[in-house]
């Protein structure tokens, strides 16, 4: 016969746990929608952005002459890449359901593809999970990290990953930037993306499958297609270099943070689901516990009955 007194503990501690998933739940529904708000708010901005990088590209490859003077001169280059930088976005804390393993399955595997291409891939990370993880499975380069932050990140932290990562490019380290992170959907959907961020055009040839296609990722380019080979004229005021080095650093901390801003809403919306299902869980176990409990204890007050007539019958 089960007992009572253990069925009773074991009902409390589930009651305990579905107290603090409740309250987990709550918190990540009320930061989601702040963090959805932001997603909604940057990306027109920041696919505009990305509109103005790609002309001002188209502009001035061919015009490489006259960014000499510029510090961002090479990142124009269209060269053979043999050195792949990724930047890595997970979560700095768990509970929040398969999110980090997804993330994390999806970087191992693309640095296995990049390798059996004749590639090198070269790791920023960004989250506590990715970084512990890449210390337990993965013997890639590592040019970076950052934790504690990615449950609010800030502009700050994206143009100190942008530094990090324009350094490793001009020190002849990695020869293209790549996103590895979450684009956030809905409340109950997000999708692990690899998005480019430059150089803009000789993406690898070997892995364009890798990718979302152009037309996904830049929606806003969308109406170029209709018109092959049309290009409006694009003029450069004071002069190609200052425009160059005033645009380069925004697009790049803007591409940075947009995605910061994509996984930090796709994180609270998978601990959200996460903690309501784990809610649901604790409630179902904890009417399935009451259940035995009552069997145990009309079973208890039925033995105690027989014993008693039992005695009587006994005595009599």
Do not use: W
Request: charged content about 20%; glycine content about 4%.
């Amino acid at each position: 016969m089960p007992n009572l007194k253990d069925i009773r503990r074991r009902i409390k501690s589930v009651q305990s746990t579905k107290k603090i998933t409740q309250a987990m739940k709550m918190v990540a529904a009320a930061k989601v929608k702040r963090a959805e708000n932001k997603v909604k708010a940057n990306r027109p901005f920041s696919s505009e952005l990305n509109r103005i990088f790609t002309d001002v590209y188209e502009a001035l490859k061919n015009q490489t002459a006259e960014l000499d003077g510029s510090v961002y001169k090479n990142i124009l280059r269209d060269a053979p890449v043999k050195n792949v930088g990724i930047v890595v976005m997970s979560s700095d804390r768990g509970l929040c359901g398969a999110y980090n393993a997804s993330i994390i399955r999806q970087a191992l595997q693309l640095q296995k593809k990049y390798e059996e291409a004749g590639i090198t891939p070269k790791f920023f990370l960004v989250g506590n999970k990715i970084i512990r993880s890449f210390k337990l499975y993965s013997n890639a380069e590592v040019l970076g990290s950052l934790g504690n932050m990615t449950a609010a990140p800030t502009p700050d932290d994206s143009r100190d990953i942008s530094h990090q990562l324009v350094k490793a490019f001009q020190d002849h380290k990695i020869d293209a930037v790549q996103i590895l992170y979450t684009r956030f959907k809905s409340m109950i959907s997000y999708q692990v993306t690899l998005k480019p961020v430059f150089p803009v055009k000789g993406l690898i040839p070997e892995l364009e499958h890798l990718l979302p296609a152009p037309e996904d990722m830049y929606p806003l380019n969308r109406h170029m297609a209709l018109l092959p080979g049309v290009r409006p004229e694009t003029l450069l005021e004071p002069n190609a270099s200052e425009v160059l080095d005033t645009l380069v650093p925004l697009y790049l901390s803007n591409q940075f943070y947009n995605a910061l801003l994509e996984a930090s809403a796709s994180e609270l919306a998978a601990r959200m689901t996460a903690m309501s299902n784990a809610s649901n869980n604790a409630a179902e176990m904890i009417g399935k516990l009451t259940l035995i409990y009552n069997k145990a204890r009309q079973a208890s007050i039925t033995q105690e009955i027989l014993e008693i007539v039992s005695g009587a019958n006994a005595l009599a």
